[in-house]
């Protein structure tokens, strides 16, 4: 492992997962500061984090990098309203939304030209990270990177934590997440709207099954919608998802159909 330069990270949306990322970049001692919707102002204090209500003085407070930790449906609105004319240097803007072509073209569209841009997916959570990040993907995109030292120091948070290093354009996260992630939640969520328990007779597959339903249950449905309302190709995944339902269904059905007749 090798040691991080100690950064200034600002965090705008301090929910769940910018609470469970800010714990790590705080005990590899770097300063963080935060805005959000809420006001965190008590558990900031806890944790030794500058909390800021007014977000132009968030934005005034000289932060090397500023990490967008809000929800993927909430971010259009968020990145919009702020008040970026109090930026004092050219910083970089870094995401951690579970898409990743709609904060990228926010991101264009929104920021300072002399901003630079880089888009991530950490591929683990609270749950799944909570032992550690050893071998756990993070995804990148280097979007806009002039100061290229700026950036390698951000990815050193990750890096130094043993984090696999995913260097890959947004779409192709995006068509793989559709394929992996919003797969497992589309099915974690399915077998919660079923009301699937454990029993006393368990086989293993099941007891993955439940796990699956549990984890996925945990994050907020927000962050599902927007795993689909914002990633292109998740409306084919839904869909294969359907035919498959229905091809076997309509398997089952023929055998039993041939199986009465024989
Ligand atoms: P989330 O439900 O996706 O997002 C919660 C955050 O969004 C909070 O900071 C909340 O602010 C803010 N927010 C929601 N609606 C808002 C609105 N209308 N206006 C302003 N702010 C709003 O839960 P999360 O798990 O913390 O995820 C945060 C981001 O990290 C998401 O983009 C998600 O895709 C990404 N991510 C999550 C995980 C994970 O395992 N959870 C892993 C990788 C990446 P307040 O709390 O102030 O209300």
Known sequence: MSSTKSLRIGMIGFGPFAQFLAKTMIRQGHIIT?????????????LGISFFRDASAFLESGNDVILLTTSILSLSQVIKALPLESLKQPTLFVDVLSVKEHPRDLMLQVLPHDSDVLCTHPMFGPESGKDGWKDLPLMFDKVRIRNEAACSDFLQVFATEGCKMMEMSCEEHDE???????????????LAEMEVEPTPIDTKGFQKLVQVKESTSRDSFDLFSGLFVHNRFAQQQLRNLELALASIKQRLESRSEELEQS
Do not use: E, I, K
């Open 176 to 190: 793989f997440s559709a394929r992996s992630q919003f797969l497992t939640h589309t099915v974690g969520r399915v």
């Open 34 to 46: 935060a805005t959000s919707r809420s006001d965190y102002t008590h558990l900031c204090s806890q």
